[in-house]
């Protein structure tokens, strides 16, 4: 059971309050009915919801990845956009509120720019001294950690926090780790509750009954996703502008049997290599592990012609490390790679040990 639909759990919480919701269409419940937003279930039990913000993908997740979009309104609610010209909550947006409540489904992985929204808003929460309130979601990629951890020099919206790639935590438990490390601004702190899950631990399997952004519309894809965004800040395309988004990837250099041409689509109208054939792998029915795969930045770093052009400026960002960009063009083995993430691995699984709330 999911943090939203605990309701007589938290209702007293908020009861009589006035209340600003972050959220976006992954914000549902399942009730008798069916499902409805967390919008319409608190508007339903006479809730006061002053403010509603979203995050990158808008309200209705519909947006690019990557796409500015304008303030909208919801039931006479406005809808304030957390990814326009703006990406922080001001404080008059909050002035007449009591209770700021997050409730959106993210996929565990560090450059998901949710984790970055989260840490705003508890910014801006705790400058003006307002609850915070995490109705915790289940993490369909909790059940292992992987990953460089971020270094601070690469500290940006993709990546605000020295975590690896795969951190293995709840939303909930992140938003702790947030607060208790000191990680908010002049060490703020933030009076903040997770609502926890319902018989929930972070083994089990799940999948998300609502893609949690455009490009992510299968469990398959939120599975590699972890991996091919490597290659998101190199010239291969990993499938935006096809119906196979993040489960393949590809370059008109690379030598192979399968190929793809990507084409404007829903979440992509801008897609990397639009009109051209590229030629690649379809990972549509590859068994994931518990460990992030190496093997196609490595395989598509040989197979590029002008490997000068292959890596994009913003790549040590997403990965986090200043040192991975240079150990594949040096030809480290992947075995040398793995160790020389070891011990920041170590280091922060003992951090995230404190926060662990399953």
Known sequence: MQGAERIDYYFNKIKNKKVALIANNTSVLKTEKGKTHIIDTLLSL????????????????DKDD?????????????????????????????????????????????FYTY??????????AARKNKKF??????????????????????????????????YGMTIGEYGLMINGEGWLENNLKVNIEVIKLKNYNHKLKYIPPIRP?????????????????????????VGRGTDNQFQVYGHPDFDSDYSFIPQPNFGSQYPKL?????????????KTSNSIELKWLMNSYSQIDDKTKFFRSDFDKLSGSSMLKKQIIEGVSEIEIRNSWRKGLEKFKKIRQKYLLY
């Open 46 to 61: 006479g809730i006061s919801v002053n403010k509603i913000f979203t995050p990158e993908h808008g309200f209705l997740g």
């Open 66 to 110: 990557g796409e500015k979009f304008e303030n909208t309104f919801y039931k006479d609610i406005e809808v304030i956009s957390l990814y326009g010209n703006n990406r922080k909550l001001k404080d008059d947006d909050i002035k007449n509120v009591d209770v700021i409540i997050f409730d959106i489904q993210d996929v565990g992985v560090r």
């Open 115 to 124: 984790l970055s929204t989260l840490h705003y808003a508890m910014e801006s």
């Open 133 to 166: 309130i995490i109705m915790d979601r289940a993490n369909p990629n909790s059940f292992y950690i992987d990953g460089p951890v971020l270094d601070l020099e690469n500290k940006s919206f993709i990546g605000l926090h020295p975590v690896p790639i795969v």
């Open 213 to 237: 952004s455009p490009n992510l519309p299968n469990i398959q894809s939120i599975y590699l996703y972890p991996s091919l965004a490597f290659l998101e800040k190199t010239e291969v395309s």
């Open 274 to 286: 639009e009109g051209i054939e590229s030629y690649g792998k379809n990972l549509k029915n590859y």
